[in-house]
């Protein structure tokens, strides 16, 4: 018998990396009014780029059904395997609790976490949980660790705009308008499992500064999983921030982790976006 984790979409990894992962995904939707698109299965995260430049109309995300999570439980346990459940903060969705009803009919054999992140901080820890489970921890211990080292996941970026996020209702339109007006690039993070915005800066340039700094006081934990990514067609803004942030990097990582993230975070980030994730080595 074997623990299995299972994600949700937004956690983004690639088909690529959950097949050699071993990783099992349910997965969320996305809707360009009523035209709706499997998040990565039939849109791409490209194609969602794409899409969301060229529409005039804004798209919108449906989470994840009990339905949904009961179907993936009941062909893992079937199988003899427990499950090791992950999905993005309960603040942000209801698909943790769309999980938790699925998985009180499968008592003993489930186990669900709520990272408090999305995205990159969800896909680090997500990382962490298959090396828990290569340690030989088993279900319960595993998820227990996972909920202790939560804590420490940090997740900043550096935003082109605060307007879809405000659009999708997760800052208010004061601090969205102000954005726009001034041409201020917002820095946000996830804290307690909600965005806030940590700061405002005049210019990327200066957005990258607060981005540092912040980092800076947290220290990066190398010996832990972390990663950098970005929104959009085009990662230009992230090979900038790469070289303009290097030293934050010199002697512990020649080859930055990257990636792009998907149609769901993408509907409420926006293109433009480049951000970090790690894990802490000291409170901010």
């Keep these: 018998m074997a623990v299995k984790i299972l994600v949700d979409s937004t956690f983004d990894f690639t088909e690529e990396e959950l097949a050699a992962l071993g990783l099992e995904v349910v997965r969320m939707r996305v809707l360009f009014g009523e035209e709706e698109f ?18 005039d109309v804004l798209p919108t995300t449906s989470q994840a059904s009990p339905a949904d999570f009961s179907a993936a439980f009941e062909r893992l346990t079937a199988a003899g395997d427990e499950v090791l459940c992950m999905t993005l903060s309960r603040k942000l969705s209801g698909t943790f609790q769309s999980a938790q009803i699925a998985a009180e009919d499968f008592p003993g054999r ?41 804590r420490r996941v940090h997740v900043l970026a550096m935003l082109d705009t605060l307007e879809y996020l405000r659009r999708g209702g997760r800052v208010t339109g004061l601090a969205a308008l102000a954005g726009g007006l001034l041409a201020i690039k917002p820095v946000v993070t996830l804290r307690d499992g909600l ?25 990066v934990d190398f010996s832990m999983p972390y990663t950098l990514g970005y929104t959009g067609l085009s990662d230009a803004m992230l090979h900038k921030y790469k070289a303009d942030s290097a030293r934050l990097w010199a002697g512990q990582a020649e080859d930055l982790p990257v990636m792009l993230i998907g149609s769901v975070i993408g509907t409420h980030a926006g293109p433009g976006a480049v951000g970090v994730a790690f894990f802490a080595l000291r409170d901010e």
């Design 38 to 55: 499997v998040d990565g299965l039939n849109i791409t995260p490209r194609g969602f780029y794409e899409r969301l430049i060229e529409s």
């Design 110 to 150: 489930v186990r669900v976490v709520d990272t408090e992140s999305v995205t990159m901080g969800a896909n680090i820890l997500a990382r962490y949980g298959l090396r828990l489970l290569g340690q030989g921890l088993g279900l319960e211990e595993a998820a227990a660790e996972l909920e202790r080292a939560r």
């Design 195 to 219: 965005v806030s915005v940590i700061g405002k800066a005049r210019g990327s340039k200066n957005a990258e500064n607060l981005l540092t700094q912040t980092i800076d006081r947290c220290g």
